[in-house]
C-alpha cells in the first residue's frame, strides 16, 4: 500500500555534494506518513542514522553529517530530500530512506526503501 523510492546517489569527488530524493506513494487516503528519515549503511558496518525529518519540519542530525547535510520535505509531494555538501570518503554507504505511517486500523508502522549507492572518491 506504501513504497518509499529513493534516487539522486552516484560517484561524486570529495568535496562535492550530491541531492537524494525519497519519493513516498500511498494506495489509500487512511495511510499518513508522519516522520521520515534517512540512514546509512557502509559495507560490514551496521545501519545508522544519518537525519530525520518529522511532519512538520524539525530536523535532527548525526554528529558526523552536521553543517554539511540538511534534510527537508515536501509534504504535498510526499517526498524528502537530503542536501549532501562537502562530502567525504567516510559519507560512502547505501543510503536508505524510511517512513513511519500511521493508520488507524493497523497504528504506526515503519517502511524502508530499497536504498541508494553514494561513493565519494579520494
Known amino acids: 500500500q506504501v513504497q518509499v523510492v529513493e534516487s539522486g546517489g552516484g560517484l561524486v569527488q570529495t568535496g562535492g555534494s550530491l541531492r537524494l530524493s525519497c519519493a513516498a506513494s500511498?494506495?489509500?487516503?487512511?495511510?499518513?506518513?508522519?516522520?521520515m528519515g534517512w540512514y546509512r549503511q557502509a559495507p560490514g558496518k551496521q545501519r545508522d542514522l544519518v537525519a530525520t525529518i518529522s511532519s512538520s519540519g524539525t530536523a535532527n542530525y548525526a554528529d558526523s553529517v552536521k553543517g554539511r547535510f540538511t534534510i527537508s520535505r515536501d509534504n504535498g509531494k510526499n517526498t524528502m530530500y537530503l542536501q549532501m555538501n562537502s562530502l567525504k570518503s567516510e559519507d560512502t554507504a547505501v543510503y536508505f530512506c524510511n517512513a513511519r505511517l500511521y493508520s488507524p486500523s493497523t497504528g504506526y508502522s515503519f517502511i524502508w526503501g530499497q536504498g541508494t549507492q553514494v561513493t565519494v572518491s579520494p
Open positions: 500511498t494506495t489509500t487516503s487512511i495511510v499518513s506518513i508522519n516522520s
